[in-house]
């Protein structure tokens, strides 16, 4: 686990929009560190279209980097748990009981 987490210490994860105006980089933590305007081409573009490449391209950064860390999981994950889920918060740890054959345990806030 150590590992895993110094291992995204340091890491980075970069897209580029398709019209390749702006590249958007993230951090192993998701957060934009660096968004960059390959040309003056922006200057031309209607606010909107500005607006949606910008933030599309900053979607594919984080997905790649929801990639990056759920593979770097994965093995440290128990057998079964699909880590690209729990990225996504697509996990659901009481179906996971129920395929066990169990119950989910409840905590002290339930």
Do not use: C
Request: aromatic share 6%; glycine share 8%; hydrophobic share 40%.
């Amino acid at each position: 686990m150590e590992g895993a987490n110094e291992s995204l210490e340091s890491a980075t994860e970069e897209a580029v929009a398709k019209n390749r105006l702006v590249a958007a980089k993230v951090n192993g933590r998701g957060e934009l560190v660096e968004l960059k305007f390959h040309t003056q081409a922006y200057r031309d573009m209607a606010p909107a279209e500005l607006a949606d490449t910008i933030l599309d391209t900053i979607k594919q950064a984080h997905a790649k980097m929801g990639e990056r860390v759920a593979e770097l999981y994965k093995p440290l994950a128990p057998e079964g748990v699909d880590m690209q889920a729990v990225m996504e918060g697509r996990f659901d740890p009481a179906e996971m009981f129920r395929r066990l054959g169990g119950t989910m345990p409840r905590g002290p806030f339930s």
